[in-house]
């Protein structure tokens, strides 16, 4: 058995959204459900929550509730932040 | 409660339909009988899509299956599970 | 364990940028476009986060030697236990579900599960373990559950029944163990420290050992 370690924030902030998106009113609980559904039986060695913002991210967009452009741009703002915070440290 | 359907005691069948869409009711679990040890309180229909708040309330029962019941082989052991009304019917 | 801080502003920096994954600048993407079509607020998110963080075992352990050593607190209990939680300091965040405690008995011993996905008593233990979430765990514990046990290094004799307990719906279980033998004339405190988490889920069995 794998050795036990605290969770990173990372893993927090997934684990707060598959907590939070089933009981929230709206599209995204269904679009939730259906990731959760999805990924019952999917392969599950490794990675759990790697494994859950991606196919959360791909549903989001499937069902149209995230625009497949928005989400590339704004990850691409994310790394832009990022790199300007190392390159300020 | 008087609106449940079933009591402790009775002997109850999980239907086997199909279901598309979130569902609560363990396909290993459907056609399967067993016996209901509790009524656990009404609670809100967690098929009912979308606007979850507005969602119908159903009796939900502890049901108790004997091994044999659930796999087709002896066994001393037991599952228990958590099953909505609408997915129950008298044995 | 140490907490980051709070961080409300949603652009807050990620903790070490040099190593940033995709996946993590993916949920940053996410969690923001979520937030910012009203799907989510990231005050309910950092809710979240930090009520996971002040949650830990510990709390099951307590309420577990306190039943040990008080039999009308463990009457109370098995027979409401919202009120028994509350009276220990545990109390639900919002809709979090609702805590039924089962008993382990000579006769019958209690293991949880939830097959459908992941649900676990979050009040009383906090984060499940990565192995409760897998399939591996999931699908076995129904279909063979001694042999699971026994990978945990717990043997059960045919004398003693196994109840799976998968929780399908609202309720979230935990499960009261027996008290050890050679424990007698021990404290709270002192008991507290038998019972682990992995005892709680009925994985194991509390021994004084």
């Known amino acids: 058995m794998a050795v036990e370690r605290e969770l990173t924030l990372y893993e927090k902030r997934v684990d707060a959204l598959l907590q939070l998106l089933p009981r929230s009113d709206g599209p995204a609980r269904e679009t939730f459900l259906k990731t959760q559904r999805s990924l019952k039986t999917a392969p599950d060695d490794a990675a759990y929550f790697d494994r859950w913002i991606t196919a959360l991210a791909e549903s989001l967009v499937a069902d149209g509730l995230i625009a497949a452009e928005d989400l590339k741009a704004r990850e691409a703002e994310v790394r832009a932040r990022l790199e300007r915070w190392e390159a300020a440290e | 409660m008087s609106d449940a359907k079933f009591k402790p005691g009775d002997l109850v069948r999980v239907d086997d339909r199909d279901h598309k869409g979130h569902c609560r009711t363990p396909i290993y679990l459907r056609g399967k009988t067993g016996r209901v040890r509790e009524v656990l309180g009404v609670f809100r229909n967690p098929e009912e899509l979308a606007y979850f708040k507005d969602a119908s309330a159903l009796p939900l029962y502890d049901v108790v299956f004997q091994w044999k019941d659930v796999w087709g082989v002896e066994g001393p052991d037991e599952v228990a599970a958590d099953i909505y009304e609408h997915w129950l019917e008298r044995a | 364990m140490p907490h980051d801080g709070h961080h409300h502003d949603d652009h807050a920096p990620i903790e070490d940028a040099a190593e940033i994954t995709q996946y993590e600048v993916l949920e940053q993407a996410i969690r923001e476009l979520l937030i910012e079509k009203g799907m989510l607020s990231a005050e309910a998110i950092q809710a979240q986060i930090d009520d996971m963080d002040s949650r830990t075992p510990v709390a099951g352990s307590?309420?577990?030697?306190?039943a040990w050593t008080d039999p009308a607190y463990k009457a109370r209990l098995l027979g409401?236990?919202?009120?028994?939680?509350?009276?220990?300091?545990?109390?639900?965040?919002?809709?979090n579900p609702i805590v039924k405690v089962v008993e382990n008995t000579p006769e019958r011993h209690n293991v949880i599960v939830c097959t459908l996905c992941s649900c676990y008593p979050r009040v009383v233990l906090g984060m499940p373990p990565a192995w409760y979430k897998k399939r591996a765990y999931r699908s076995r514990v129904v279909h063979e559950?001694?042999?699971?046990?026994s990978e945990f290094g717990t043997d059960l004799p045919d004398s003693v029944k196994i109840e799976v307990h998968d929780s399908t719906a609202d309720l979230r279980y935990l499960v009261l163990p027996m008290r050890p033998?050679?424990?007698?004339?021990?404290?709270?405190?002192?008991l507290e420290k038998l019972v682990t988490r992995d005892v709680m889920i009925g994985v194991k069995v509390p021994t004084a050992a």
């Open chain 3, 62 to 66: 307590k309420i577990v030697a306190r």
């Open chain 3, 80 to 95: 409401d236990p919202k009120a028994a939680l509350a009276e220990m300091g545990v109390t639900k965040l919002d809709e």
């Open chain 3, 181 to 190: 033998a050679g424990t007698e004339g021990w404290t709270a405190e002192q």
């Open chain 3, 145 to 149: 559950p001694r042999q699971v046990l």
